[in-house]
Each structure stands twice: as C-alpha cells, then as structure tokens.
C-alpha cells in the first residue's frame, strides 16, 4: 500500500504565499512523476504543476511564475510554492503520484486526501 500525505494548506490574504507538500509511503516504490491538482467549487479538476523523475516540470499556464514545484527525492516528497496568490486561486489542491511498484513492475496512479487553500481578504 501507499500513502500520499499532504499539509500546508490554509487561508492566506491576496499577494501572500503558502506551500504544499506531499509525502508518499509504504510499499518500496519508484516515482515516474508527482504532481499537484486543483478542484474549485463548481469546476472540473485540473493540473497545477507537475515533476517528472528526470526532474523536467510542466505548470498550468495561469500559474506559471508565481508557483514552482519542487522534490526531494530522499524524502520522498513534493513541494509546490506558491507565490502571488490571488483568490482564483481558491480551491482543494491535491497531490498526485504515478509510482512505479510490485512484480511485475507497473505504474499506478494515486491521490491524496485534498488540502483546501483559501485566498481572501
């Protein structure tokens, strides 16, 4: 089994800063890419930023400098920075991982459990 445990969500005013991270665990497992999804009320879920195991990213267009996503391997973890928040921001982000693991070998996508971010004055 694996776990994708992420923190570091909360309510912060327009112009502030929050970062995410995202630990996954359990079964031994290799990571092809980890990332960071996003649900507004109302909307469709979409990509935010994602990490490939190459370290290559790929960002949303409406957060393209402002967030950045990073990882630490040893750890495991993905980090997603974000600066600039503005309240479309809005949403419950989850953390995304497609890992590599069993016999034979094969990739599995999992989630996380959503950690809500709440841009507003």
């Known amino acids: 089994q694996v776990q994708l445990v992420e923190s570091g969500g909360g309510l912060v005013q327009p112009g502030g800063s929050l970062r995410l991270s995202c630990a996954a665990s359990?079964?031994?497992?290799?990571?092809?890419?980890m990332g960071w999804y996003r649900q507004a009320p109302g909307k469709q879920r979409e990509l935010v930023a994602a990490?490939?195991?190459?370290?290559?990213?790929d960002y949303a267009d409406s957060v393209k400098g402002r967030f950045t996503i990073s990882r630490d391997n040893a750890k495991n973890t993905v980090y997603l920075q974000m600066n600039s928040l503005i309240p479309e921001d809005t949403a419950v982000y989850y953390c995304?991982?497609?890992?590599?693991?069993?016999?034979?070998?094969?990739?599995?996508?999992?989630w996380g459990q959503g950690t809500q971010v709440t841009v507003s004055s």
């Open positions: 995304n991982a497609i890992l590599r693991l069993g016999v034979p070998e094969r990739a599995y996508r999992y």
């Open positions: 990490i490939l195991s190459g370290g290559n990213t």
């Open positions: 359990g079964s031994k497992f290799s990571i092809n890419a």
